[in-house]
C-alpha cells in the first residue's frame, strides 16, 4: 500500500537551495514548526466521550496508499459508512482499487478501535451495494482503552533505515496475535535467507515501476516537498518524512527528475531491508474488494501492535503492486495460487515527521 516511495535528493540538491534561497522561494515553503504544531493537533489524543466527529478524527490517521486519503466518512443513523472517494484513485500502481479498498479497511479499523474504547463498540460490514462501503454499526458497553487505541496517533509509516535489532519471540507472538483477522493469513518472515528473497523482488518491482512512465507521473503528482505545500495539500507523499531537505516545489520537482534513479531506489530498498527484524505479508483468503478491506484491517492492527511495542514498520509492496511478481511472492510465503495483499518491513529505528491530514470537513460526506 501505501505511502512507501523514498525521494533520493541529495546533498546537491542541499547545496543548489542554499546558494539561492534568495532567488528561488525558500522563504516560501512554510516552517516545521508549524508544520509540525498542525499535525500535532489532528493526531492529539482522543478526548473523553467523544462525539462521532471525533471517532472519526482517529479513523483518519489511517495508513493508505501514497497519503491519498482516499476515503469519505457519512454519518448514518446508528453508525458510520466509509466510502471510497474514487476521484483519489492511483490508476497506475493501483489499477484495480486493490490499495484503495485496503486503506478503507485500515480506517475502519481505527474507527473500531476508538468506538471501543469510547463505550460504543460495535460491527463492521462491508455493503457492495452502497459503492464498496465500510459500515461500522454503535453498540453500547464499557469503555476500554487499549494499547491499539494509544499507538493509533503514534503510528507511522517510518519510510527510513531501521537499526538491524531482532524482535524476541513475545513480541512476534505478539503481532501475529494482532494481525489475526478472519479471512487474513499473515505470515511473518524473520529467516534472513528469506527475507533476502523477498528483498529480490521488491528490487525487481522497484526496477520495473520506475521503467513505467505513468507510475513515475503519478508518484510525481503526490511529492510535497515543503512544509507550506504539505499542509495546504494535507495529503501526499512530504519529504521531511523521509529524512528529505526541504525544497520548493518547482526546485523539487527539477531535482526529483534528476536525481530519483533506479539504481539508487534499489540500494535504498536493499539496504532497509537489511536493517529491517523480519517481513510481514498479508494474504486474503479471496481477491475481491471484501477481503482486500480485510486485509487492511489486518495490516493496521499489526502497525498498531508493532508501535505498541516500540516498533517502526514501513510498507514494500512492489511484490504485489506487479502483478507478475505476485506469484513468486505467494509462492514465498507458501500459499501458491494466492494473490498476496500487503508486505510490510518491522524493526526498531527512529522517529520521523509524521504525514499531514486533511482536516474533517474535507472527508466527512
Same mark, same amino acid.
Given at each position: 500500500?501505501?505511502?512507501?516511495?523514498?525521494?533520493?535528493?541529495?546533498?546537491?540538491?542541499?547545496?543548489?537551495?542554499?546558494?539561492?534561497?534568495?532567488?528561488?522561494?525558500?522563504?516560501?515553503?512554510?516552517?516545521?514548526?508549524?508544520?509540525n504544531a498542525s499535525v500535532a493537533e489532528a493526531r492529539s489524543a482522543l478526548k473523553s466521550s467523544p462525539e462521532t466527529r471525533e471517532l472519526i478524527r482517529y479513523a483518519t490517521l489511517a495508513a493508505n496508499s501514497h497519503n491519498t486519503q482516499?476515503?469519505?466518512?457519512?454519518?448514518?443513523?446508528?453508525?458510520?459508512?466509509?466510502?471510497?472517494?474514487?476521484?483519489?484513485?492511483?490508476?497506475?500502481?493501483?489499477?484495480?482499487?486493490?490499495?484503495?479498498?485496503?486503506?478503507?479497511?485500515?480506517?475502519?479499523?481505527?474507527?473500531?478501535?476508538?468506538?471501543?474504547?469510547?463505550?460504543?463498540?460495535?460491527?463492521?460490514?462491508?455493503?457492495?451495494?452502497?459503492? =464498496?462501503?465500510?459500515? /461500522?454499526?454503535?453498540?453500547? &458497553?464499557? @469503555?476500554?482503552?487499549? #494499547?491499539? !487505541?494509544?499507538? %493509533?496517533?503514534?503510528?507511522?509509516?517510518?519510510?527510513?533505515?531501521?537499526?538491524?535489532?531482532?524482535v524476541g519471540s513475545s513480541d512476534l507472538g505478539a503481532l501475529a496475535a494482532a494481525g489475526a483477522v478472519p479471512s487474513i493469513d499473515l505470515v511473518l518472515v524473520t529467516d534472513r535467507k528469506q527475507i533476502d528473497r523477498v528483498c529480490d523482488?521488491?528490487?525487481?518491482?522497484?526496477?520495473?515501476?520506475?521503467?513505467?512512465?505513468?507510475?513515475?507521473?503519478?508518484?510525481?503528482?503526490?511529492?510535497?516537498?515543503?512544509?507550506?505545500?504539505?499542509?495546504?495539500? =494535507?495529503?501526499?507523499? /512530504?519529504?521531511?518524512?523521509? &529524512?528529505? @531537505?526541504?525544497?520548493? #516545489?518547482? !526546485?523539487?520537482? %527539477?531535482?526529483?527528475?534528476?536525481?530519483?534513479?533506479?539504481?539508487?531506489?534499489?540500494?535504498?530498498?536493499?539496504?532497509?531491508?537489511?536493517?529491517?527484524?523480519?517481513?510481514?505479508?498479508?494474504?486474503?483468503?479471496?481477491?475481491?474488494?471484501?477481503?482486500?478491506?480485510?486485509?487492511?484491517?489486518?495490516?493496521?492492527?499489526?502497525?498498531?501492535?508493532?508501535?505498541?511495542?516500540?516498533?517502526?514498520?514501513?510498507?514494500?509492496?512492489?511484490?504485489?503492486?506487479?502483478?507478475?511478481?505476485?506469484?513468486?511472492?505467494?509462492?514465498?510465503?507458501?500459499?501458491?495460487?494466492?494473490?498476496?495483499?500487503?508486505?510490510?518491513?518491522?524493526?526498531?529505528?527512529?522517529?520521523?515527521?509524521?504525514?499531514?491530514?486533511?482536516?474533517?470537513?474535507?472527508?466527512?460526506?
Open positions: 500500500m501505501v505511502d512507501r516511495r523514498t525521494l533520493l535528493l541529495g546533498g546537491g540538491a542541499v547545496a543548489l537551495a542554499t546558494a539561492g534561497a534568495g532567488y528561488v522561494g525558500i522563504r516560501d515553503m512554510g516552517s516545521m514548526d508549524e508544520y482516499p476515503w469519505h466518512f457519512k454519518v448514518v443513523q446508528g453508525g458510520v459508512d466509509i466510502l471510497p472517494d474514487f476521484a483519489r484513485r492511483l490508476t497506475a500502481v493501483d489499477p484495480d482499487d486493490h490499495h484503495l479498498f485496503a486503506s478503507l479497511g485500515c480506517a475502519a479499523e481505527n474507527l473500531a478501535i476508538a468506538a471501543e474504547a469510547s463505550g460504543k463498540g460495535g460491527a463492521l460490514s462491508f455493503n457492495p451495494a452502497n459503492g =464498496g462501503a465500510v459500515s /461500522f454499526s454503535f453498540g453500547n &458497553g464499557q @469503555p476500554a482503552r487499549r #494499547a491499539l !487505541l494509544d499507538a %493509533i496517533p503514534k503510528r507511522q509509516s517510518t519510510r527510513g533505515d531501521f537499526n538491524g535489532k531482532s523482488l521488491v528490487v525487481a518491482g522497484n526496477t520495473a515501476q520506475m521503467a513505467d512512465a505513468a507510475f513515475m507521473r503519478e508518484l510525481k503528482s503526490w511529492l510535497r516537498f515543503n512544509p507550506s505545500d504539505a499542509l495546504t495539500a =494535507g495529503d501526499g507523499l /512530504f519529504a521531511a518524512t523521509t &529524512g528529505n @531537505p526541504l525544497l520548493p #516545489a518547482w !526546485l523539487g520537482s %527539477i531535482m526529483f527528475d534528476l536525481m530519483f534513479t533506479t539504481s539508487g531506489e534499489n540500494e535504498k530498498y536493499a539496504r532497509q531491508i537489511r536493517t529491517s527484524a523480519g517481513i510481514a505479508v498479508f494474504v486474503a483468503q479471496k481477491n475481491d474488494a471484501e477481503h482486500w478491506v480485510a486485509a487492511g484491517r489486518a495490516c493496521q492492527r499489526f502497525a498498531l501492535a508493532a508501535t505498541s511495542l516500540g516498533m517502526k514498520h514501513a510498507f514494500i509492496n512492489q511484490p504485489v503492486e506487479v502483478a507478475g511478481l505476485r506469484p513468486e511472492m505467494a509462492a514465498l510465503v507458501g500459499m501458491p495460487g494466492r494473490r498476496p495483499d500487503i508486505v510490510m518491513r518491522f524493526g526498531y529505528g527512529a522517529l520521523l515527521p509524521f504525514s499531514a491530514r486533511r482536516p474533517l470537513e474535507a472527508v466527512l460526506a
